[in-house]
């Protein structure tokens, strides 16, 4: 039986420059999630739990129209991108 992690894209940037980008952990990331593994998702890439509503927002977005929703996307988007940095910084000290 194959594992989810072998139909996964390898990381260009670590596998030509030998160190992680930014992004990842974010395929793991949502592998685990979508297997019911919520807080092995977080740990992974903690940002997923930003990332799954912003996408899932701006795809709604095609269909129903929202008061709030550039307001609620431009949060998400920044609280997301602050997430990503937060979490590699943290992860490149430790």
């Known amino acids: 039986m194959s594992l989810p992690e072998d139909y996964m894209l390898p990381c260009l940037n670590k596998k030509l420059l030998g160190f992680e980008c930014m992004g990842c952990g974010i395929q793991r990331g949502?592998?685990?999630f979508f297997q019911g593994e919520f807080?092995?998702?977080?740990?992974?890439?903690?940002?997923i739990y930003t990332l799954i509503p912003l996408a899932l927002l701006i795809l709604s977005t095609f269909?129903?129209?929202f008061k709030y929703a550039n307001k609620i996307i431009n949060a998400l988007a920044i609280a997301s991108v602050l997430i990503i940095i937060i979490s590699f910084i943290i992860k490149k000290t430790n």
């Open 39 to 47: 807080v092995a998702a977080f740990k992974m890439y903690p940002a």
């Open 30 to 32: 949502l592998s685990l």
């Open 63 to 65: 269909v129903f129209k």
